[in-house]
């Protein structure tokens, strides 16, 4: 028997309690194609235009390459970075189009885009009122871009002298990931550029505080998760998390006891943590180290994330296309299948 298709079973199977509980006698009807699943982000191989987004629906069958399908065959461009979301909108960051292709998040079908004063976007957040978007220099100027959220013009851009990578909304405020990866000249090993995140804002647009994290390691990763922001930050010793608080900015310092975790991820509560062979998980709120964890097998991971207790692997190599893998928090494999070119990030829809 198809091993694909008995993951497929598995995988429609495990949805059966979420199901259940909708009411049958109320039908909602979907508001597109592309409504209750997980968007899978394919960046591309570099020069080449092939970035896609794909789609998982809830019974575990994936479309690829749904933006073409929806426009005429367009492609999205050179380097898909990362996808936000406002409201039914989302937002297509790519990165060496230069450009962010703002699409309906449930049809695809595009709306528009947004090339004004872009350069090399990566990532990007929202207030209430405005787009703010990153552009990373690598070891040199970086840049946020913030746009008016309604009509997109370009309001103005924030100078950061050495990074601007993940960005995230958390009590109204703008955090801004100012720091992370470099690569020393003489050795090529990894090191950290510095160890701050940076706050701007909302209402003024501009820096008002900037946090110093207390440990020397790289940092890897940023989300936000009821109303604070957690930082990842490792090296081959030790790995912390950082509670930043959303309005005040005051933080918490966790340490985690295992080396180089690399991804955050949260769901239903809990903080996700990926190593290269693991995912721990604690409570957000949580100041003990995680004490459990599944052993996860895919090879050359390079997208994660956790979605409604489903743990998402990407395996890219950039040579074919990527392999996806998705688990239960027991670390058991229930869907494998194939996506686009370089597949990096999973979103629920």
Same mark, same amino acid.
């Given at each position: 028997?198809?091993t ?9 199977a ?5 199901? +259940?509980? !909708?009411?049958?006698? $109320? ?7 592309y409504? #209750?699943? %997980?968007? @899978? &982000? /394919? ?38 970075? +990362?996808? !936000?979301?406002?409201? $039914? ?8 189009? #230069?450009? %962010?292709? @703002? &699409? /309906? ?18 990532y ?66 990894p ?33 936000s ?42 769901d ?10 693991k995912?721990?998980?604690?409570p ?10 599944v ?55």
């Open positions: 028997m198809n694909n298709k008995i993951l497929r079973w598995v995988f429609a495990s949805l059966a309690v979420t199901v +259940s509980c !909708s009411d049958d006698n $109320d039908p909602i009807a979907p508001k597109g194609a409504e #209750n699943g %997980i968007l @899978v &982000v /394919n960046e591309g191989n570099f020069t080449k235009g092939n970035a896609s987004v794909s789609f998982i629906d809830n019974g575990g069958k994936i479309s690829n390459d749904i933006y073409s399908a929806e426009n005429n065959g367009e492609k999205i461009g050179d380097i898909l970075q +990362s996808i !936000s979301f406002s409201d $039914d909108d989302a937002y297509l960051v790519v990165n060496n189009s #230069n450009k %962010i292709n @703002v &699409v /309906n998040r449930y049809t695809f079908k595009k709306k528009a885009e947004i090339i004004n004063e872009m350069k090399q976007p990566r990007a957040a929202f207030s209430s009122k405005n787009l703010y978007v990153t552009s990373n220099g690598y070891n040199s100027t970086s840049f946020v871009y913030i746009y008016n959220k309604n009509n997109h013009a370009f309001l103005k851009k924030i100078e950061f002298p050495r990074y601007a990578e993940k960005i995230a909304e958390a009590g109204g405020n703008i955090f801004v990931q100012t720091d992370g990866i470099a690569y020393s000249p003489t050795t090529w090993q090191v950290a550029t510095g160890h701050t995140i940076s706050r701007i804002n909302a209402n003024s647009n501009a820096v008002d505080k900037t946090i110093e994290l207390t440990d020397t390691g790289i940092i890897r990763d940023m989300i998760a009821s109303g604070a922001v957690y930082v990842l930050s490792s090296d081959s010793a030790e790995s912390f998390v950082y509670r930043i608080n959303g309005q005040s900015a005051a933080f918490e310092k966790i340490s985690l006891g295992f080396p180089s975790a690399q991804d955050l991820a949260a239903d509560g809990k903080l996700y943590i990926r190593t290269n062979e995912v721990y998980n604690m957000l709120q949580s100041n003990t180290a995680p004490s459990s964890s052993k996860i097998p895919a090879q050359s991971v390079y997208g994660f994330n956790v979605i409604d207790g489903k743990i998402y692997i990407a395996s890219s190599t950039f040579t074919e296309n990527s392999t996806v893998y998705v688990y239960d928090l027991a670390g058991k494999e229930i869907l494998q299948t194939k996506a686009g070119m370089g597949a990096n990030g999973f979103y629920k829809n």
